[in-house]
C-alpha cells in the first residue's frame, strides 16, 4: 500500500518523465502521451483522445498554468480523486524510486503513523505526524488554532485506545476475506483507507469521559473568531474521529460544519460515509443529494468530486435495494472519469444483480483491465459468466480472484456452486470447507457441503456436516434436507439418473403419455407453466401485494405522455422511476429481498416490454401484466388489468379498450408467462391495424380463453390456495421429499408424485407403462373434484 510521501514521490517521477520541455506544465500531447502510455494496451481513438484530455482540462481548470498545461499539483490532485492508480501506472511506466527519494518516502510514512510523546509538538512535527488527509492539497488545515484542537484530539484518543486495550475492549478485525463494495470512504486515494474495522467499548465511563472532552473540543471549535474557522475545526475533529472510526461522534462534527456552511459540498459527503457505514441508507443518500446539489451548483470548483459523489450515492441506493437508481449514478461516475475502476465495478456488480449478465461482464473486464488485481471484480465477472453459461472460463476467474486473495469467502462460494452445477461434488465439497475454514459459521456453506457429500456418495459424511449445520442455525431447509436424506437411505442403491443432491433414478416420458382422471386433475404442461409462474410470484413477493394498489398509484402518479416508435402516445417510464413505484408496491421487503425482486422482475417483464432496449417501459402494460399475478380475488386482478389498459393516453375516458391493445396485452402476458407460445405470437401482434373496440366482458372472455388467453391462471389459482398444503408422510416415489401441494396418485401402480416432477414427466423406472393416468389429491387422501367460482372475495 502507498504512503502519501511514496505517492507523491511516484506522481512526481510520472510528472517528470513526461514534462518533455520541463517547464512544470504537461501541456495537452505530453498528457496524450502520459494516457497512452500508462495504458499499453488500449488502442485509443483521436477522439478519445481529446475527449479525456478536455475533461482533465476542464475539471482541473484550477491547476492549468497557460499554454504549460496541467501541474504537478495538478496531477497529483487526479490520482487523489481516483482518475488513475498511481502504483499501477508507476510500475506500467517501468519507474523507480532513487535510494534518496525512497529515504524521504519513508521519513514521511514514519512520521504520519507516528504517536504523540509530548504535548509540546513542533510545526514541522505537526505537519509530519498528522494524518495523510491534513496535509493533501484540498484537505489542508486553513487555521494555526485548528491544528490545535487536532493535537488535543489526538492525545485523547491515544488515552482512550490505551484504556481500552488495557482492558481488553479494543478490537481489530480484518475484513480481507470478504468482498470490498468498492466504498469510497473519503475525498482521497483508496490507499489511504484502514483495511482493519474498528471496534470501540462505548458504554464505559473512559468513553463518557473521553466524548465531554470532545464536547468541550467542539465547544472550543464553534468559539472561534469567524464562522470559516470554526468550520475548518469541526471539519478538521471530524476527519480525526472518522479516521479513528468513531463514526457517530464524527457525524456530529460534519453536521455541524454543514450548518456553518450548508453550501459546502465536503461535510455533506462525509456526514453521508458516517451514516452509511451506520446503516442509515436512506439519510446517507440524503445527504449525497445535497453534496450533489452543492457540487453542480458550484461550478468547476467541486468538479473534482462529482464521480466520487456518484459512487457514493449509488452505494447508498444499493443499500435501500434500489439497484437500477444505483446503475445511474456509477455510469455518471464512469463517464466523468473514464478511469475510474472502483465506478465501473460497481456499476458491473449492479448490472450483474439486476440480471443483465452481458453488460455486467463487459463494465467488469474495463475494470480489471484498469487494476488487474481487483479480486472482487475477477470474481463478480465470473459469476457473470456463469450466468451467461461460459462455465470454464468462468472456473479460471473464479480461481484468478482466489490466487488475489486466498481468502475470499465469495469467490470460494460461488465457485462452490459452480461445481455442484457442473456436477463435480468433490471439488465443490473443498470449496466449501476452504469457507468454513474463513468463516466457521456460515451455514450456507456447511449445508451445501454436506449437498455435494451427498451428491458424491459420501452419505456418512454428509449426515455429519449436516449435524453440524443445525449447531449453527435451525432453519426448515436443514430439516427438509436430513428427511430427504434419510428417505433416500430406506431405498436400495440405485444408480443415479444425472439427478443432483442425491435425487433417486427416474425415466422422462413424453407429454403424451400422461392421462388425467376426471376433469379437475390439472394437465402436466398446464402445471409445469403455472409452477413457474409461482416461482416468480414467491420470489416478487407480488403474491403478497394487494392488487388495489395498482389502482391506487395508476391515480396518484402522474405520468407525462410520451411516443412510442410508431407514433402511438404512451405513458411511458424510465426504469429506475418504475424501480422507485414498485419500492411503494412491496415496501413491506427487506433491501435485500426487494433486489431479488427487481432482478426478477426485470429479466422476465421488463426484458419483454422494453423489446427495443430503449430502458423505458409503458407503464400502462406494466400494471396490467402485474395484475393478475398480486394478491386479490381473480376477479378483481382482471378488472385492474382492464383499468391500467384504460388507463393508457389512446383508451383514456373511455369504458372501452382497443382490441389491438387488448390482443397485446393477452400476447405479452403468454410471451412472459407461457415463452413456449408467447415469442412466436408476439411476433404476430406487430403492425396489427384493427380499429375496434372491446368491452370489459369481451375482455374477459379473451382473457380466460384456455388455448389463445391466459387460461393457465385456474391453475395458478389452485396452487395459491394449495401449495402448502401436506399429504402425512406421503413422499414422491422419483424425489424423495415430501409431498406438499397436490399429490399426483398414478391409478394402475399407484404410485405418487409431487407437483414438480408430475410437471417434468419423471417416473420411477420400475413402472414401465404404456400410458399413465394420474388423479390429483389437494390435501390426505381428498381427491381434487372443486373449482374456484365459489371463491369468496377477501
Known amino acids: 500500500m502507498a504512503t502519501r510521501g511514496s505517492r507523491s514521490e511516484k506522481v512526481k517521477r510520472i ?22 502510455a500508462v495504458n499499453p494496451r488500449v488502442k485509443f481513438s483521436d477522439e478519445q483522445i481529446n475527449a479525456i484530455l478536455d475533461e482533465v482540462f476542464r475539471t482541473y481548470g484550477e491547476f492549468i498554468d497557460g499554454e504549460r498545461g496541467l501541474t504537478y499539483d495538478g496531477l497529483l490532485r487526479t490520482y487523489d480523486d481516483g482518475a488513475g492508480d498511481v502504483d499501477r501506472d508507476f510500475d506500467a511506466l517501468g519507474l523507480e524510486l532513487n535510494p534518496d527519494e525512497a529515504k ?7 512520521a504520519s503513523s507516528s504517536s504523540i510523546a509530548d504535548e509540546k509538538i513542533t510545526e514541522s512535527q505537526r505537519k509530519q505526524r498528522t494524518a495523510a488527509w491534513a496535509v493533501s492539497p484540498h484537505h489542508d488545515i486553513v487555521f494555526d488554532d485548528t491544528w490545535k484542537l487536532v493535537d488535543e484530539l489526538d492525545i485523547l484518543l491515544k488515552r482512550l485506545k490505551s484504556k481500552q486495550a488495557k482492558d481488553g475492549k479494543f478490537k481489530n478485525d480484518n475484513f ?5 463494495a468498492g466504498w469510497s470512504r473519503e475525498l482521497g486515494p483508496s490507499a489511504e483507507l484502514s483495511e482493519k474495522r474498528v471496534y470501540w467499548e462505548e458504554s464505559g465511563p473512559d468513553y463518557a469521559i473521553f466524548v465531554k472532552e470532545l464536547g468541550a473540543l467542539r465547544s472550543r471549535a464553534d468559539g472561534a473568531r469567524s464562522r470559516e474557522e470554526a468550520f475548518d475545526g469541526q471539519m478538521a475533529i471530524g476527519r480525526v474521529l472518522y479516521e479513528h472510526q468513531l463514526f457517530k461522534e464524527a457525524l456530529i462534527s460534519f453536521k455541524r460544519s454543514c450548518e456553518l456552511q450548508p453550501t459546502d459540498v465536503r461535510p455533506h459527503f462525509r456526514a453521508g460515509n458516517c451514516l452509511y457505514v451506520l446503516g442509515k441508507c436512506k439519510e446517507a443518500k440524503d445527504e449525497f443529494l445535497l453534496a450533489l446539489e452543492s457540487a453542480e451548483a458550484g461550478g468547476n470548483q467541486w468538479g473534482y468530486l462529482l464521480p466520487q459523489i456518484y459512487v457514493n450515492l449509488g452505494i447508498a441506493l444499493e443499500g435501500e435495494g434500489m439497484v437500477l437508481s444505483a446503475c445511474e449514478y456509477y455510469r455518471e461516475a464512469a463517464i466523468l472519469c473514464p478511469t475510474h475502476f472502483r465506478a ?13 449478465y452481458r453488460a455486467a461482464a463487459k463494465a467488469l473486464e474495463e475494470a480489471i483491465f484498469m487494476k488487474p488485481d481487483y479480486a472482487d471484480a475477477h470474481c ?4 457473470a459468466l456463469h450466468a451467461l453459461g461460459e462455465d470454464e472460463r468462468a472456473i479460471e476467474v473464479f480461481q484468478k480472484a482466489i490466487d488475489l486473495n486466498p481468502g475470499h469467502v465469495d469467490a470460494l462460494y460461488n465457485l462452490g456452486g459452480l461445481y455442484m452445477d457442473l456436477g463435480r461434488f468433490q471439488r465443490a465439497c473443498e470449496m466449501y470447507t476452504r469457507v468454513l475454514a474463513v468463516w466457521p459459521n456460515h451455514w450456507r456453506a456447511q449445508l451445501n457441503k454436506a449437498v455435494s457429500l451427498l451428491g458424491a456418495g459420501e452419505t456418512e459424511e454428509a449426515k455429519k456436516a449436516l449435524k453440524e449445520a443445525l449447531k449453527m442455525t435451525n432453519r426448515v431447509e436443514l430439516h427438509d434436507a436430513i428427511y430427504h436424506m434419510k428417505q433416500l437411505q430406506k431405498k436400495k442403491k440405485v444408480k443415479s439418473n444425472g439427478g443432483a443432491n442425491g435425487e433417486g433414478a427416474f425415466v422422462v416420458v413424453e407429454p403424451s403419455k400422461f392421462k388425467t382422471v376426471g376433469d379437475t386433475t390439472t394437465l402436466r404442461q398446464d402445471l409445469g407453466n403455472a409452477i413457474q409462474i409461482r416461482a416468480f410470484q414467491r420470489i416478487t413477493r407480488l403474491s403478497r401485494c394487494d392488487v388495489d394498489l395498482l389502482k391506487k398509484e395508476m391515480s396518484e402518479t402522474d405520468v407525462p405522455v410520451s411516443y412510442s416508435g410508431g407514433g402511438v402516445p404512451q405513458k411511458s417510464i424510465r426504469k429506475p422511476n418504475l424501480e422507485e413505484i414498485l419500492r411503494r408496491l412491496l415496501r413491506f421487503l427487506k433491501p435485500e429481498t426487494f433486489q431479488g425482486a427487481v432482478k426478477a422482475i426485470n429479466e422476465r417483464i421488463l426484458s419483454v416490454l422494453d423489446e427495443t432496449g430503449s430502458g423505458r417501459v409503458d407503464l400502462g402494460m406494466f400494471y396490467a401484466v402485474l395484475a393478475p399475478i398480486c394478491n386479490g380475488h381473480p376477479d378483481k386482478r382482471k378488472r385492474i388489468a382492464f383499468d391500467a389498459l384504460l388507463w393508457q393516453p ?3 375516458g373511455s369504458s372501452q379498450i382497443r382490441k389491438v391493445d387488448a390482443v397485446r396485452y393477452i400476447k405479452l402476458l403468454r410471451a412472459i408467462h407461457v415463452p413456449s407460445h408467447g415469442i412466436s405470437e408476439m411476433l404476430e401482434v406487430h403492425g396489427e391495424t384493427d380499429s375496434s373496440m372491446v368491452s370489459f366482458s369481451e375482455f374477459l372472455a379473451m382473457f380466460d380463453d384456455p388455448d389463445w388467453g391466459f387460461g393457465i391462471m385456474s391453475t395458478l389459482l389452485k396452487l395459491e390456495t394449495g401449495d402448502r398444503n401436506r399429504h402425512g408422510r406421503q413422499v414422491c416415489s422419483v424425489c424423495r421429499y415430501p ?16 407437483n414438480q416432477c408430475y410437471s417434468e414427466g419423471k417416473v420411477p423406472p420400475s413402472f414401465k407403462q404404456d400410458e399413465y393416468k394420474f388423479k390429483e389429491y389437494g390435501s390426505e387422501d381428498k381427491c381434487i373434484c372443486f373449482t374456484f367460482q365459489s371463491h369468496k372475495a377477501p
Open 15 to 36: 510528472f517528470q518523465q513526461f514534462d518533455n520541455n520541463r517547464d512544470g506544465g504537461l501541456n495537452r500531447d505530453e498528457m496524450a502521451a502520459l494516457v497512452v
Open 104 to 110: 524521504g518516502a519513508s521519513i514521511v510514512s514514519e
Open 176 to 180: 480481507d476475506a470478504y468482498s470490498d
Open 344 to 356: 465501473l465495478k460497481l456499476l458491473g456488480s449492479a448490472l450483474f444483480g439486476v440480471g443483465e
Open 380 to 383: 463478480d465477472l465470473a459469476s
Open 650 to 652: 389512446v383508451n383514456e
Open 739 to 754: 409431498v406438499i401441494g397436490s399429490r399426483f396418485k398414478e391409478v394402475k401402480s399407484r404410485f405418487s408424485l409431487c
